[in-house]
Each structure stands twice: as C-alpha cells, then as structure tokens.
C-alpha cells in the first residue's frame, strides 16, 4: 500500500512525482477543456479559423496596403499569417490561462492535484486552436504558390516544429506568471487584456523586425535595437517568416536572445507558481 | 511497525490576518502599490504604527498530534472554526501545512468532493470519466466500474445527454454515483461542508457505514452528535485548533457538551463586518445571549428557548426604527428572521445607547450549527447589519431525544398539531403535539 508522508515545507520533493502520477488528471482536464471549446461544432472551429484570418487580411490593408511597409518578398497575406499564428496562439494562452485558476477554483478548494494541470491545459486548448488555424496557413500556401517572388525553401519548413516548440514554452512561461499573479492579485485581470494588446503591436505580426533593427540600429546603435529581441514573441515571429520562405536572413543573435528569454521566463515562471501554489487553497 | 491509517505528528496550520483589510477578501495589487507609495513618500511618521502591525498571525491548527489505526471510523467534533475542516483539508492535501508531519497510507477521499469538476456541457458518459479522474480513479479503473456506477445513478437513458439537461436529482445522484465508486481506503467526510441537501447527506452517511464495515477507516466531520455516536467509536476533539480529548466518543461528546456551556459570555459587535454599508445614524455595539444552558454562553439545548439581547447606540433621532435578528445556515441559506416591523411599531427611536432584548420563546432549532445576524433600518434605508453576529449551537445532549432526531435532517422542526380521524379513533379525535419542548 502507497504510504504518503508530508511534512511541513518538504512538500516539494513530491510534486514532480506527482506531476506524473497526475498526467491522466491533466489528460482529461485538456480534453474536457477542448471538448467544451468545440462542443458547439460550428461555432468553435470556425471561431479558431475566423479570429486570425480576419485579423490578418485587416493587418495586411492597413500595413501593406496603406503603410506600404515591406513585406520581406513574401506575399502579404502570408507575411502576417505566419505571424499572426503564433502570435495568436500566444495571446490567448495568455488570457485563457490567466483565468484558468479561478475559473476551476472550484476544484482546487476541493481536492488536490498539482495546480500546474490547470494552467497547463489551458494552454493545450490554445494550442488546438493555432493546430487548426495551421491547417488554414495549408490553403493560403496553394492560394499564392504562384507568387513570382516568393520560393518557399522546403528544408527550412522542417524545423517549425522547433519554433512551434519555442512559442508553446513562451506563452506557459509568462501564462504561469499570470496564472498565479491573477489568483493572488484579483485585480491582476484587467491588466491582461492590455498586455496582449500591447503586445500585438509590439510584436511584429503586422510589420517586419527588419524595420525596427534598421530604424532603431541607425539611430541609437545596434545594441540599443537589440533590446527589441527581448520580447520572446519577436524571435518567434522571425523564425516563423523565415521557415515561409523570409528573405531577411537567419538572425540567430535574435533567437538566442529569444530561447534565453523564454528559458527565465519558463524557469522562474514555475518556481513563482510554485511558491504561490501553497496558498492558492487558502487565497482563491 | 503499528497498523495506524494516519499519524499525524505536530501539525499546524496558521493564517496571516490582515486587519487593515477586513471586509475585503482579496488583496488588490491596487492597494499593494498604493502601500508601497506611501511609505516611499514617508507618509509614515515616527508614531505610527510598526509596518507589520497590520499582520497577526492565526494558527487555526496547532500542534495536533494524534494517530488512526486502519479500519477504524473516527468522529470529529468541535465548535466552528475549531479546526475541523482545517485538519481535513490538509489530511486531503488541499492546503500544505506549516508545521509538523502526517503520513497517510492508502489512497484518502473525500465526499466533499461530490460532483466537483462536472461540466455542465459535457455528457454524463464525459463527466463520469472527468469527475473519476478528478477523483484520482485511473482510466482503467473507472471502465470496469462504468456500467455500475451508470446502473447505480439510474441515468442509463441520459448517458449521451449534456448534464445541464439533467433534473437536479439525476445530477447528484450521478455525481455521488462515481464518488461511491471510488474505494479509497481512508474515507473522509464533511457533514458541515456537505450540508443542505438532506438526501444527499442521508446517501452520505449510509455510505460512511458501508465503507467502515467493509473494514476501511473513515473520518467524519459533523455537528450531529448523535450520527456521530452511532457511526464512530472513537472521536477527536478540537478546540481553538488544539486537540483536547480523544477517545471514546461518549465521554467525548460529554466533555464537548460541558465544554461549550462555559464559553464566552458577550460578543463586541463594533469591530464585526457590516454586510453592507450603512448610515452612521446607529450602530449595534454589543451582543449578550440570556437564556442558554448556561447564561452568556452560544450553547443551548435542543428545544430551550432561545433569548438574547443587543446594545445599540443612536446618534441621530431615527423615524419609523425596524430591529431584527436572521438566522441562517452555515452554508449561508437563511433560515429565518423576525423584525419589529412585524411585531410591535417601534415609537423614534431618540440619540442615546438602546438595549433590545429578542426572544424567541417557542423556536425549534434542530441539533446543528446557525449564525445569527442582526439589522437596523428604517422602511426605506439600511442603517446597520451584520451578518454574522454569533454563531450559535444547538445541542441534544439529552439522550431521550437523540434517538428521535438521528432521522431528522430539516434545520428546523416547527409546532405542529397533528389531529388523526378515521376508523377505530374515538370519537373526540386522537391530538397529538409533536413539538421540541416536551422533549427538554
């Protein structure tokens, strides 16, 4: 028979056993979060479709269209999907997660588990959503095959699953943050819906990094432009336009710059949820 | 090696309290950073409070230390905010401790955890699945108990359709269904927790007594004495978070019944939260109870009287006063109240300090835990309430009564005269009075 000993403050020596004896737990939480999301067939799915399309075909009006800024030789439409899909996926990670706690604070005053779960699911949810909007950015590639200018290099698509990966961790690092600040902090929610519209404009879904390095480079020095690739979503967007075919070249200062950011960000997001996870019980 | 299902060495829980911030249940980064600003800026001058002096530290468990052999059903009492739940939430790892140790062997759950994690969009196969992993069944698991727990819910017909069609009765009934199926090895239930749905408790407890004859332990949480008696031989006692007696549960609950006639006499209702705010024009400053087993104490047997008296002040001449008490629940349903307004038209009521006393002479609390609030107003404005005044207990520690009650789940029994007619009665009908009085 399982025996179990808990001690004051040595609690932390079971929680990534139990992390894994959990995982059924984590499994059903995400497909009831996902069944829930697409219970209503129709709605659901076309809501994950419909959101970054007519988010990108208004990005491409204003910023191509009006701006007429560059478009790093890709067809626009492409140019601000590719974006627009991890930064979406990003967004709503952020503002799902966040609530995630307190819409199941239900259940974390009843039973235990490892709260992590919860947050966790919440993110997978989001990531159904950018798989199917993905399955959109299919159509749109055969859509503008045609483009003269644009050459899609096959070999670099193989690596999105890396880049994919390096979104997946950026948005559960800072959602884990969020998560835990929203439960301890209640007035921390009307601070999200800001960050992420800050943040769509201050990631360049709608415009190319390129302009901010060259603008910012010539003015104040490269280092000082280099401070834009502090932003997580920024590497993650590059990566992104260069797997479809950007011909700004590979910036791997960037992405460095990029994978260290969202390490921290994974790294003391988990150790903030951590120790606020103590008293979530006693607080929500 | 002893065969204990628990032991628990020194455990202790404690809270920060945070005066400033009563009435408030959240810390809003607002006030953190408006906090901050001020003692950046030396709003703080030399006299002024310590900057923690707004913490104290509430330990609603200390230093328990006690140990449950396996197969054994222990009862636990004491008065709210004993420590009860405390200690059930940490058996159930819902809040860590701070202090000390418990080990726990063999899997530990809880019927407070009926339903939790339902959806209502999902299907009852869905939410089967859900809930019995919530529970921590395994996949496997809850596939070979599917077809019982769907035979034992009686929803066989609704399996494929989303539980916000269900009738409230299907629902719980589902919900306890896949709790039942759980088999744990150490049982634990909160009557308190799980109050309000008189069947559900009535499934509950039979549950309880399956689980302790099947040999498994089982740890039970309730303010009925008489359950408690009937289901546990043996009993924990908690006061003020503290273990005070364990053993055997009758010389337990005897010691609890002395006990609780002793306790405090007077409640300072100025520093108790308003449950809203009011107008300054009177205030409820002090709050006595008169008639209890003991005088000034929150105990009173079951059918005694019960009487009270508040103390109020008046700043302002108050046209058309309405005093009242409400009575409710501990899960927060009111139960009842009695104003002025309906009694007796109270005359202005002139600047000065008032006394009040209220008294409910022919009242039938049953057994069990009930918070009383009382208000001020006038007809048309609220002048000063307060939710949670008191919370009172209703004891039967009267054994010619236990055995009556131990069926009765209704907080209250009311006066009622049953007349019965028919064949063979004589001719003056047969009247009988069933009330609680004749019982004290």
């Not at chain 2, 503290?242 to 100025?270: C, F, N, P």
Request: charged fraction near 20%; charge should be positive.
């Amino acid at each position: 028979m399982q025996e179990l000993t808990i001690e004051a403050g040595k609690t932390e020596r079971h929680y990534w056993a139990d992390i894994w004896r959990y995982r059924e737990l984590f499994f059903f939480l995400s497909w009831r979060d996902i069944l829930v999301r697409y219970k209503q067939t129709v709605i659901g799915v076309l809501w994950a479709v419909l959101k970054p399309v007519l988010t990108t075909i208004m990005f491409v009006v204003v910023f191509t269209k009006l701006a007429k800024m560059s478009t790093e030789d890709m067809p626009p439409i492409i140019f601000v999907y590719v974006a627009m899909l991890p930064w979406q996926f990003f967004s709503s990670a952020l503002s799902e997660a966040s609530n995630s706690l307190i819409t199941n604070s239900n259940m974390i005053s009843k039973i235990y588990f490892p709260r992590l779960v919860i947050p966790a699911s919440a993110v997978i949810v989001c990531f159904m959503d950018f798989l199917i909007s993905a399955a959109i950015l299919g159509v749109l590639l055969i859509w503008c095959h045609a483009d003269p200018k644009w050459h899609l290099p096959a070999w670099r698509i193989v690596l999105l699953p890396a880049f994919t990966l390096l979104a997946f961790l950026a948005s559960f690092g800072i959602s884990l943050w969020l998560a835990a600040l929203n439960v301890k902090y209640r007035d921390f929610r009307y601070i999200i819906p800001f960050i992420v519209q800050f943040g769509l404009y201050a990631s360049p879904v709608g415009y190319s990094s390129s302009v901010v390095s060259e603008k910012v480079g010539l003015k104040y020095g490269p280092h000082i432009a280099q401070l834009y690739d502090l932003n997580p979503m920024v590497g993650v967007i590059n990566c992104f336009r260069w797997a479809f075919g950007s011909t700004v070249p590979f910036d791997t200062a960037s992405v460095v710059i990029s994978v260290t950011v969202t390490l921290l960000l994974i790294i003391s997001g988990i150790k903030y949820f951590r120790a606020t996870e103590k008293a979530f019980a006693d607080i929500i | 090696m002893s065969d204990y299902a628990i032991k628990v060495e020194g455990l202790g829980k404690n809270y920060l309290l945070r005066h400033q911030a009563q009435g408030r249940r959240y810390i809003a980064l607002r006030d953190v950073l408006a906090d901050k600003a001020k003692r950046l800026f030396g709003r703080r001058s030399p006299i002024s409070e310590p900057r923690n002096a707004k913490l104290e530290i509430f330990w609603a468990l200390k230093d328990v230390s006690f140990e449950i052999k396996s197969g054994d059903a222990v009862g636990i009492i004491g008065r709210n905010g004993a420590g009860k739940s405390t200690l059930l939430k940490l058996l159930s790892r819902i809040i860590e401790p701070t202090t000390g140790r418990m080990r726990i062997r063999g899997r530990l759950a809880s019927l407070l955890e009926v339903g939790t994690g339902f959806h209502p969009e999902l299907t009852g196969r869905e939410n089967i699945f859900l809930n019995g992993a919530i529970l921590g069944m395994h996949r496997a698991e809850i596939k070979r108990k599917f077809d019982e727990i769907v035979a034992f819910a009686e929803v066989e017909k609704f399996l494929d359709t989303p539980v916000k069609r269900y009738s409230s009765g299907m629902y719980m009934r589902l919900a306890f269904a896949v709790a039942a199926h759980l088999e744990p090895e150490i049982l634990v239930v909160d009557e308190v927790l799980a109050m309000g749905d008189a069947a559900f408790q009535k499934k509950c407890l039979g549950k309880m007594q399956d689980v302790s004859q099947g040999g498994r332990t089982v740890l039970f949480v309730s303010h009925n004495m008489e359950a408690i008696t009937r289901l546990c031989p043996r009993c924990l006692y908690l006061v003020n978070g503290s273990l005070k007696l364990e053993g055997d549960t009758r010389a337990v609950i005897k010691a609890y019944s002395e006990h609780a006639k002793q306790t405090t006499a007077e409640i300072d209702l100025t520093s108790l939260r308003r449950s809203f705010e009011g107008t300054d024009e009177a205030r409820l400053l002090r709050l006595r109870s008169l008639r209890s087993e003991a005088a000034g104490s929150w105990c009173f047997d079951y059918g005694t009287p019960l009487e009270f008296e508040i103390e109020f002040s008046v700043s302002r001449p108050i046209q058309d006063p309405e005093i009242g008490y409400q009575l409710f629940s501990t899960t927060g349903v009111q139960l009842a109240s009695t104003s002025t307004a309906q009694a007796l038209p109270l005359p202005a009521l002139q600047p000065g300090r008032h006394q009040m006393r209220i008294a409910l002479p022919d009242f039938f609390l049953n057994p069990g835990t009930y918070i009383l609030g009382f208000s001020v107003s006038t007809s048309n404005r609220n002048i000063d309430n307060i939710g949670e005044a008191a919370q009172i207990e209703i004891i039967a520690s009267k054994g010619s009564i236990e055995k009556k009650l131990h069926r009765i789940w209704a907080p209250l029994t009311p006066r009622a005269v049953f007349e019965m007619t028919g064949p063979g009665d004589a001719a003056d009908a047969f009247v009988g009075e069933e009330r609680g009085r004749q019982a004290a």
